[in-house]
């Protein structure tokens, strides 16, 4: 993966003459030494606050000792788990020995030379009693970008999960779902038609159909997904997909709170923030309105407030997002000045200019926030018999440490552009596809988008899978849309 990539080129690079700096605190050294660039342009090289690439000596056992490096690797320093960092590695008390000829590196300095590619300067943090590379001048070294995105580790470790929980000789039905999604066909997930509903249930039904109305094809679509326990819907930018999540999602919520004892906790995840506000923002619409605000005081329930998992980011703006001004008012922000902001109301009308203090992001829904001092209001929040819950698949993890009942029902928007292993990150907080347990009913899972939109941003090119598997490019919709066909 290391040579693959295309940003991974290597870069030859030879110690200089002068330029170095060498400061001591404890045991562990910061060194800034400057080096003459070989085979590369000085400017691709860009600045870096952390230790971003891995230097080597160009030899055999330089090179093989930065192939072999494990950028991944995780240990435990004083009881607790941490990513590899200079800080860190290598240590015999948290990390496994990895090769000793690597150094972690951080480009401080970029300086172009007349006739020449350039000289750049690098930093090293290191413990001389640990790190054995010999830094000679007029030595030649190779510099190579570390692979250092923590999510990549956490869908390795899910993936191993799901694959040391599963073996051929399992029933399909009690293998993890993620598996089951790679190997069955859609059809295997199909359940028994319901019962004709009685007339109380009927009544209930009749009433959410007219509170949030559907098309008729979206209204047989809403009947096959509480027919089947997988369901995938597609179609087109303006097809209704949204407001179709949005009116499926009330209808499930609002039945719940008028039976008694009934549970349905709904989990909407995307790849991207801005898909999850999107559908969040239009179920708390639906919610707003006038005829459902008149309907739940008769009833005397509480409407739901949907809430999303993230750190509060109300007061970071960019051009174009949308903000609430303290006159109430909705804006977008048209221009970041250094004297404020150049804002637009919603409907029309004049611009006007503001400071940071008189506006916020605005949202339809409430956060909970990620930060460690709110986790008690997490797992209250999380207790709710009747809850609608937003957060990207690379924030469920976190979900799932405070959660203290599963989801039962999940909906992925915008699965064309989510993979199957980002999916599956998500899935262990679904409820049982199997037959639950009396009073439960089984965990339902919809996929929404569009086949015919862009896919997962892809920087690599991976072979077709010629094993019958998705292959690991293979989005969620695109895979089982298609075996579906």
Not at 117 to 124: E, I, N
Not at 166 to 191: G, I, Q, Y
Not at 420 to 446: E, K
Request: hydrophobic share 40%; charged share 25%.
């Amino acid at each position: 993966a290391r040579l693959g990539a295309r940003r991974a080129r290597t870069r030859l690079l030879r110690l200089a003459d002068g330029e170095e700096e060498e400061v001591s605190a404890g045991a562990r050294r910061t060194l800034k030494k400057a080096f003459d660039v070989v085979s590369a342009q000085v400017e691709e090289l860009a600045l870096s606050k952390w230790s971003e690439w891995l230097l080597a000596p160009c030899s055999p056992e330089g090179l093989h000792g930065e192939l072999r490096f494990h950028d991944l690797q995780r240990g435990r320093i004083q009881g607790k788990q941490a990513r590899l960092h200079e800080q860190y590695w290598p240590r015999a008390d948290g990390f496994p020995a990895q090769a000793g000829s690597v150094l972690f590196a951080s480009v401080v300095q970029v300086q172009p030379m007349h006739g020449e590619h350039g000289r750049v300067l690098l930093r090293f943090s290191l413990d001389p009693q640990l790190h054995s590379l010999p830094l000679g001048r007029g030595q030649e070294y190779v510099l190579s970008p570390r692979f250092i995105d923590p999510n990549s580790r956490t869908l390795a470790d899910r993936l191993q999960q799901d694959a040391r929980a599963t073996t051929l000789e399992d029933a399909p039905a009690t293998r993890p779902l993620s598996v089951r999604l790679m190997r069955e066909h859609p059809a295997t997930f199909r359940v028994t038609a319901r019962a004709p509903p009685d007339a109380a249930s009927a009544a209930l039904d009749e009433q959410l159909r007219s509170l949030f109305p559907l098309t008729p094809s979206q209204e047989e679509l809403f009947c096959l997904s509480r027919q089947n326990a997988v369901q995938c819907v597609n179609g087109p930018p303006g097809s209704g997909k949204t407001y179709f999540s949005a009116a499926l999602i009330c209808r499930l919520l609002v039945r719940a709170l008028l039976v008694p004892g009934a549970v349905q906790r709904v989990l909407v995840t995307a790849f991207t923030h801005a898909a999850i506000d999107n559908l969040l923002n239009k179920v708390a619409e639906l919610l707003g309105g006038r005829a459902v605000l008149a309907f739940a005081a008769e009833a005397a329930i509480e409407l739901p407030v949907p809430r999303k998992f993230q750190r509060d980011d109300s007061k970071e703006f960019t051009v174009g997002c949308e903000v609430q001004h303290t006159d109430a008012g909705r804006y977008y922000v048209e221009e970041i000045r250094e004297n404020g902001f150049l804002i637009r109301p919603v409907g029309g009308g004049g611009e006007q200019v503001v400071g940071a203090s008189e506006i916020r992001r605005w949202r339809a829904f409430s956060l909970l926030s990620t930060d460690k001092k709110q986790q008690q209001r997490l797992e209250d929040e999380l207790r709710r018999r009747v809850l609608l819950l937003g957060c990207t698949c690379y924030q469920t993890p976190k979900v799932r440490e405070s959660l203290a009942a599963k989801f039962d029902f999940l909906l992925v928007d915008e699965a064309s552009q989510m993979l199957l292993t980002h999916l599956s990150m998500s899935l262990p907080l679904l409820q049982d596809l199997r037959p639950p347990v009396p009073g439960r009913p089984p965990g339902r899972l919809m996929v929404v988008g569009d086949t015919k939109q862009m896919g997962p941003l892809l920087t690599e090119q991976y072979p077709e899978a010629a094993d019958g598997l998705p292959p690991v490019h293979a989005s969620v919709l695109r895979w089982l849309a298609g075996r579906a066909l």
